[in-house]
């Protein structure tokens, strides 16, 4: 039944004559017919937890109002009409009664509480008086007298126990200034209070308020002037501290607590839990954003997720725990008539619950603990990140010897004996370091908040940087970085509040260089850093292109396009790396979101560069009768061309259009001058250094007749230079060949001449003989190798072997097999074992050797700043890298493992190249 029609049966029932004690007994029975009602339809299934609930909150709001009807006439009788001042003269005053908790929310339960609060319109004025027959008026009373009786009534026609029971328990306590405070406040007052006195549990309530009974009107008029008090346009620190305190005495209750585990509403993972989850990011956020202020608990979650505040996974999660906890919650007071949140202690009253909640099948108890244990302990873990940095928690983490290195008092000479200890390599410069940190930022003065958060969180940064695997470079970086961020406390706040974007900052400062020179360079991505906590760890080409062209749309100049351009591939080689330092993508993850990257990046170039020649207009050519327009394709090769981009990896690309002609704008000019133009403009637009660094390096060397080539290529021109004038290396680049840009016709069309070239006819004895010797011609030219200094790339066993011996079986099987022609040399590998080209055992060699290869680099390149395929350096150096790559830091000496290792592994590939080239090779 729906409040209008739950009031209609009431207000059948009373008339302006009914007592007080009749308003009690009319009440009475109506709740005894409805509650029973709503529990058999709850308990038959035949109405959903959120439409019992609605429809609860209905009985109770349905109540007060009659209770407020009758009682206002029966205190009229006694006193006259209540009149205030108003500006056109005395009227008659109004009251309204706010809803709380669960009340204000609609989700009352069989047996809660009303948590309410009564208003009243104003004090300025009295009441009507009765004429007593003698011509005077008797009964005359404040507005206060009445409103504050009023209250009292109507508290006590619900909750006051009578032969019929009683309604529902009536609870004040939430009004301002609590027990001690008055039954009813007027708007002014309540505004007063608030305003100078109002404490953070009282926005918390407010966040529930809801008019039910009385004037609505005028509840909606007191909140809307209560909005500044609860939801705050900024968010202030002070805040985030009074939250972190209610949080703390709600996990003190629990402590101590014997139902802790018992309890669905105050235990662990119980619905308080999910109450103050959301809460609290209402708090922060609904001052902003008005569509978070929600009353209902999975409304607001709804609202939360829509705000992209929560996860879609948290929002599932806390939702399904609600409906369950809630449900059971119900099915437990149905039976015992009375407000308990616990669960039965009897294994048979257990038994009896379980099946109540349709857990029917003989092992339905086991399986409803199992399912409220999940509930539980998802809850607890979502609350439980909720606030992640609580100082005693923090200093319970660090280790005293941590606090030692940032005593100002601490003895120099024994803090850098100590720092060799925890394999500094630079003491000198890691103790300037440990001073700068200590002292903060020597741009500027911090202020008394900023020093306060720091002294904070260097504790956790030092305890973190001891982990790293690099802690000179951890801590060098560190240094930089609080030097660029200076006296902006913002930062030191958002690290505070953000443990884990802590621990990623310091581990990504003892990893990479590369990295590490990004986000100094660019302070403001440590924003980025923590709205990535909900963040999938891959992205498709098509969501990169999405974001990277929705952003370019929001500028308007060629320049700053460039500078949008170069700061979102920043950002995303910032999100790859992260994922990639802490284990969160795999090899193979790693290099497809790096070649996504380098495709979406050149996808913009092109765009980029289209819009910059517009004056050309567009290129066209003749088809009969008819004029169409021609198109650009651009063909990735090496890395690129085979989905294996690396950091710091040029991209190797050719660029062929379609047809002859002359574009149609008013400067007009051929096709093969437009295409030029455009090949140009696009190389320009990623290699260009500006302010945000560049893009990629561009790598068109491998194009027909390379450098003395020209750099853009007909269809036909290409086609006929493959088929008469190429060479077999160009062949044999052409395995990795694949169109990343163009038109469907063309780039099926190239794909076509490209599958033709390669794979049109078998390979001869003379061309095995010519990708030997070119293989032979790198290591000796390129590789350098020395006692002590590899080269991972083109040395020997090096990821060249691996890749030469695999395009060498393509062009002599790929003829016959379909399935080798694949850009992807792991792909290749794995297909070549399929069809026994290749002994497992080989091939089992080939794979692993080029996993820890590619992995290898990975590292190097992770953690320089360029491009590093050297494999060399001091022991110390190299104990660092092998940390990086999961050697396990207790071994004495992890460096001379990993040589040990590579020198294995490499020469196994070696002897793998030799028997698939036909070639003794030393």
Not at 313 to 323: G, I, K, P, V
Not at 350 to 367: H, K, T
Not at 548 to 555: G, K, M, R, V, Y
Request: glycine share 8%; proline share 2%.
């Amino acid at each position: 039944r729906s409040l209008e029609e739950q009031l209609a049966i009431l207000r059948s029932q009373v008339d302006e004559t009914t007592d007080f004690t009749r308003l009690m007994k009319v009440l009475r029975e109506f709740k005894r017919q409805e509650i029973l009602r709503i529990a058999a339809r709850d308990l038959n299934g035949l109405a959903p937890l959120e439409e019992v609930t609605v429809e609860l909150s209905n009985l109770a709001a349905a109540s007060l109002q009659i209770a407020y009807e009758v009682s206002r006439r029966c205190l009229i009788r006694e006193y006259g009409l209540p009149l205030m001042q108003a500006e056109t003269g005395m009227r008659e005053a109004e009251m309204t009664v706010i809803g709380m908790g669960k009340l204000g929310g609609q989700e009352l339960n069989f047996s809660s509480d009303i948590d309410i609060i009564y208003f009243y319109e104003s004090d300025k004025g009295a009441t009507s008086g009765i004429e007593n027959g003698s011509g005077n008026r008797k009964g005359v009373v404040s507005l206060h007298t009445f409103f504050n009786k009023l209250g009292e009534m109507i508290s006590k026609a619900l909750s006051q126990v009578s032969e019929d029971g009683f309604v529902f328990r009536v609870d004040v306590g939430l009004r301002p200034e609590g027990k001690s405070g008055d039954m009813a406040v007027s708007l002014r007052s309540a505004e007063v209070y608030y305003e100078s006195w109002g404490q953070s549990w009282e926005r918390t309530a407010m966040l529930k308020g809801r008019p039910v009974a009385g004037s609505l009107e005028l509840g909606e008029q007191l909140l809307r002037m209560l909005q500044p008090f609860v939801y705050r346009k900024y968010l202030d620190y002070n805040l985030i501290e009074d939250m972190k305190n209610m949080k703390q005495k709600i996990d003190a209750s629990l402590t101590r607590s014997a139902e802790a585990e018992s309890n669905l509403k105050l235990g662990r993972g119980g619905i308080r839990e999910i109450e103050f989850f959301i809460q609290a990011l209402q708090l922060v956020y609904a001052g902003k954003n008005p569509k978070l202020r929600e009353r209902n608990s999975l409304k607001a979650l709804d609202a939360l997720l829509a705000a992209r505040l929560i996860s879609e996974e948290d929002q599932r999660q806390l939702s399904e725990a609600y409906r369950f906890l809630r449900t059971v919650e119900h099915r437990i007071q149905v039976v015992q008539e009375r407000q308990t949140h616990n669960l039965p202690s009897k294994e048979d009253e257990l038994q009896a619950l379980a099946r109540r909640c349709g857990f029917l099948r003989s092992n339905g108890l086991q399986r409803f603990r199992e399912v409220l244990e999940g509930h539980r302990s998802n809850v607890s873990a979502i609350y439980g990140n909720l606030f992640h940095s609580r100082d005693d928690k923090i200093m319970q983490e660090v280790k005293p010897e941590v606090l030692f290195f940032l005593d100002s008092m601490a003895d120099p000479d024994l803090v850098k004996d100590m720092l060799a200890e925890r394999h500094f390599e630079d003491v000198e410069r890691a103790y300037e370091n440990l001073l700068s940190l200590r002292r903060g930022p020597e741009k500027g003065n911090l202020t008394a908040r900023s020093r306060s958060i720091l002294d904070k969180i260097a504790p956790l940064f030092l305890q973190e940087l001891f982990e790293s695997p690099d802690p000179d470079l951890a801590l060098t970086h560190l240094e930089r970085f609080l030097t660029v961020i200076g006296t902006r406390s913002s930062y030191y706040a958002l690290l505070a509040e953000n443990r884990e974007t802590l621990k990623l900052l310091v581990s990504l400062f003892g990893m990479s260089e590369f990295l590490s020179k990004i986000l100094i360079n660019h302070p403001e991505l440590l924003d980025s850093m923590v709205a990535r906590s909900y963040a999938s760890t891959t992205k498709s080409r098509d969501v990169m292109t999405a974001e990277l062209a929705s952003l370019l749309e929001q500028s308007d100049y060629f320049e700053d396009q460039l500078d949008v351009l170069r700061r979102y591939r920043n950002e995303e080689f910032l999100r790859i790396g992260m994922n990639d330092i802490h284990g969160k993508l795999k090899q193979g993850e790693i290099a497809a979101q790096l070649t996504h990257l380098g495709e979406t990046c050149l996808t913009a170039a092109f765009r980029l560069g289209v819009q910059e020649l517009k004056r050309f207009g567009r290129p066209t050519y003749r088809f009969g009768r008819d004029v169409a327009e021609a198109s650009l394709a651009v063909v990735a090769l090496g890395k690129m061309g085979g989905g294996e981009l690396n950091y710091h990896s040029d991209l190797d690309i050719i660029f062929v259009y379609d047809h002859q002609g002359y574009t149609n704008g008013e400067r007009q000019i051929s096709n093969h001058e437009y295409f030029a133009k455009l090949a140009q403009k696009m190389i320009s637009i990623l290699t260009m250094q500006t302010r945000e660094g560049y893009v990629y390096k561009i790598d068109t060397r491998l194009r027909p007749s390379g450098n003395a080539g020209p750099l853009v290529t007909s269809l036909d021109s290409f086609l006929d230079y493959h088929r008469k004038e190429a060479q077999i290396w160009e062949r044999q680049a052409l395995t990795k060949a694949r169109v990343v840009l163009g038109e469907e016709v063309l780039s099926s069309q190239l794909h076509d001449v490209i599958r033709h070239t390669v794979y049109g006819a078998s390979i001869d004895d003379d061309g095995r003989q010519e990708i030997h010797r070119l293989r032979m011609r790198m290591e000796h030219e390129l590789a350098k190798e020395t006692g002590g200094s590899y080269n991972i790339k083109t040395g020997r066993g090096g990821m060249v072997d691996v890749e030469f011996a695999s395009q060498y079986l393509q062009l002599k099987y790929g003829c016959r097999y379909p399935e080798l022609r694949t850009t992807s040399t792991v792909e290749a590998l794995k297909e070549m074992q399929t069809l026994d080209l290749v002994s497992a055992a080989d091939c089992e060699t080939l794979l692993s050797g080029y996993k820890f290869l590619r992995r290898l680099e990975n590292r190097l390149r992770i953690i320089h700043d360029y491009s590093s395929n050297d494999l060399s350096g001091s022991r110390h150096y190299l104990n660092k890298l092998a940390k990086r790559l999961g050697y396990d830091p207790a071994l004495k000496n992890p460096g001379a493992a990993l040589i040990c290792d590579y020198e294995e592994i490499t020469g196994k590939i070696r002897d793998c190249y030799g028997r698939i080239l036909g070639e003794y090779v030393e």
